[in-house]
């Protein structure tokens, strides 16, 4: 006689050899056949099962084929032939009448919908299209405080519905009503729209594997694109969401382009529709926005955070001001690079506090290990791992604002955002970041001059009312703290600064860098331009308010005759564009300009508010620079060096290895 374990085995091995389709709780052939033996033994089906060894006697092995040739030949779903299907640790009875229970909506049941909502705010739920009932009786399950509404068109899938309500013994707290979608609901409100609605193209409901079609016509199959009706439906969504706390959760694969919509998607195992969204349609008055919720745009990629930079040369920057450590990972840098942990920490100098009495005097000893990456001093062409150890922060200067928005700084915003926010030194909105930005362009700068010849230098172009790039001299930029091109400036940029500093207020500044021996052909004609990307990236600086390439914003008030860059044997007989043509590079140097806002740390006392809606005086105490921009060409050049790395990446890999 074969053990439990064998039988499983066996029974997989028929599934696949059928070439069974799979999507109905399960997703492969040895989670369904688990299913099936155990539901035959009448063993534990919930996860908890370990007795793999127990010895299947004749009689079970019998019922065992017998299930498994129904399901071989009928290529019914598993959970028709056995009525029942589990979702939400859960089990309920199902048959043809409803869909088998399957969606992803299930993991946000079982976190009680956080974080997109405080579970606790929410007092009554709808469930539109419930078939089986499975949505709202386990939300009402999880959720024991929920009131929940369950909607469907259909007389025989609400019987269905009614008992699995009575089953979990939740008659009390869900309602099971017959309606046209919103048709039957009159003026109710609920908190939380709750849908796994009609997903198929209609016309392609021929074309779905067996087990699909032997599911309900009315609970597959969408009238129109394989959208569900949003039409009908969105006309009452935005009447029956509560403006407090309201949102609406869909399974739909291609609802995200029925109308206008944000969502969230992810992947739940088992289940044949990957996508789950959070949706909320944009109608005045509609569904609400609550701190802590994460939302993608429409249509794109749904990602958190954006903590990476890149496509193929990819740089992820983690780590707080005030937190233990900041570091990044690099990915996609070419093998063979010689690089040592000094030559990095040369450039982090560069950017470092503390160098003048005109930047913060936070002292930070920016001493990077190397953690992988690297053999023998040379890269190795796998992901480079770099940390960086806060040796001098201090939290405790930020603990009187904790709970106040600093006018000008990202706290506001954060909180909205997220519900929550690092109030210590700005946490990841700290200029502290961009440490890791320069580590990175190390890498990058290296690489650039040695296979390519390129070279980056940057400089302060103006600070305050003061331009300083009138008489340049290349020599003179490393050494002043100012980064300042004309040695002459420099003691009018200290005696500004010192006033400056006294007064307690501060000032913004304009960086400007300078990429020479770039090649031609680097960037993209329409939506990968060189431009595009260096001032996306440019503006991704802390503090950075706009961005120039070339002439910049002067082209306003240029004639064509004098903007366009002429062509001679000899080459360009100007730069106005700065290095870039139609997205793509031309062969001169590229020339960009940040201009970056003063700062807003400030001990002067302004007014704001608190976290509660108060009206306060905020006084921002601690160590603060009073010109960003002065520790900004650092910075500058790194997001540069990056920008152009990426794109010479891609530029080989598009036009070869001798492009």
């Known amino acids: 006689m074969a ?7 066996r029974c997989a091995d028929a599934m696949e050899a059928a070439e069974l389709c799979f999507g109905h709780g399960t997703d492969n052939a040895m989670d369904e056949a688990a299913w099936l033996v155990l539901w035959v033994l009448d063993l534990p089906r919930d996860g908890t099962f370990e007795r793999w060894d127990r010895t299947v006697s004749g009689a079970e092995a019998d019922r065992i084929e017998s299930l498994l040739e129904a399901r071989v030949d009928q290529r019914r779903p598993l959970a028709y032939l056995t009525g029942e299907a589990w979702f939400c640790g859960l089990r309920f009875t199902v048959d043809e009448r409803v869909l088998v229970p399957r969606s992803p909506i299930a993991e946000l049941i079982q976190a009680r919908f956080h974080p997109w909502l405080k579970a606790r705010e929410i007092r009554r739920a709808l469930d539109l299209c419930t078939g089986s009932g499975c949505i709202a009786v386990a939300m009402a399950v999880h959720m024991p405080w929920l009131r ?39 003026e109710e409100r609920y908190e939380l729209i709750v849908s796994n609605p009609p997903y198929v193209p209609a016309g392609a409901v021929a074309t779905l594997p067996a087990e699909y079609r032997a599911e309900p016509l009315t609970g597959l199959a969408a009238p129109v694109r394989g959208v569900w009706t949003w039409s009908c439906a969105s006309c009452g969504l935005h009447r029956a969401t509560s403006p407090r706390a309201g949102c609406c959760v869909v399974k739909s694969e291609r609802a995200r382009n029925a109308c206008r919509i944000c969502c969230r998607a992810w992947r739940s195992p088992g289940s044949n529709s990957s996508t789950a969204a959070k949706v909320s349609l944009q109608y005045p008055g509609s569904c609400c926005r609550r701190p802590g919720t994460p939302w993608a745009h429409a249509g794109s990629e749904a990602k958190m955070s954006d903590n990476t930079f890149g496509r193929l040369f990819r740089v992820t920057t983690f780590g707080e001001s005030h937190g233990p450590a900041i570091g990044c990972v690099v990915d996609g840098c070419p093998p063979g690079i010689e690089i040592t942990a000094a030559e990095i920490e040369t450039e982090l100098r560069r950017r ?32 480079i791992a770099m940390v960086i150890y806060n040796t001098d922060a201090r939290p405790r200067d930020y603990t009187e604002i904790a709970r106040q928005f600093r006018p000008g700084h990202a706290d506001y915003t954060y909180w909205k955002k997220y519900g929550i ?46 331009r300083t790039d009138e008489n340049v001299d290349w020599e003179a930029i490393e050494q002043n703290p100012f980064f300042c091109p004309d040695p002459g400036r420099v003691p009018e940029l200290e005696a500004y600064m010192d006033r400056l500093r006294k007064s307690g207020d501060s000032v913004g500044a304009r960086v400007s860098a300078v990429a020479r021996s770039v090649p031609a052909g680097l960037g993209e004609p329409v939506y990968g331009k060189l431009d595009a990307e260096l001032a996306g990236a440019l503006m991704s600086i802390n503090a950075a308010k706009g961005v120039e390439i070339g002439a910049g914003f002067e082209s306003v008030v240029q004639l064509g005759t004098e903007h366009r860059d002429e062509l001679t044997r000899e080459g360009f007989l100007s730069n106005h564009a700065g290095g870039v043509l139609g997205g793509i590079s031309s062969g001169q140097d590229i020339r960009v300009s940040v201009a970056f806002k003063p700062a807003s740390s400030l001990r002067l ?24 921009g002065i520790r900004a060409t650092p910075i500058v050049e790194a997001m540069l060096a990056l920008v152009l790395m990426d794109h010479v990446l891609r530029h080989r890999a598009q036009m070869g290895e001798g492009a």
């Open 3 to 9: 053990s439990v374990a064998e039988w499983v085995k």
């Open 148 to 186: 929940v509404d369950a909607v469907d068109i259909d007389r025989a899938a609400l019987a269905l519905a009614g008992t699995n309500v009575a089953a979990h013994g939740v008659e009390e707290r869900v309602r099971l009503i017959r309606s046209d979608l919103f048709a039957a609901l009159a």
């Open 352 to 383: 470092a506090t503390g160098r003048s009495r005109h930047t913060s005097q936070r002292k930070e000893k920016d001493e990077v290990q190397l953690l992988s990456g690297l053999f023998e001093g040379r890269t190795t062409g796998t992901p």
């Open 421 to 466: 926010r690092d109030y210590r030194g700005g946490g990841r909105a700290s200029a502290r970041e961009t440490t890791m930005r320069v580590a990175a362009g190390a890498l990058a700068r290296k690489y650039l001059a040695q296979a390519h010849g390129i070279t980056i230098q940057g400089w302060l172009a103006q600070l305050g009312p003061i």
């Open 605 to 628: 006392p302004c007014r704001s508010l608190d976290v509660d809606g108060n009206e306060v005086e905020v006084v921002t105490k601690g160590r603060h620079d009073p010109c960003v």
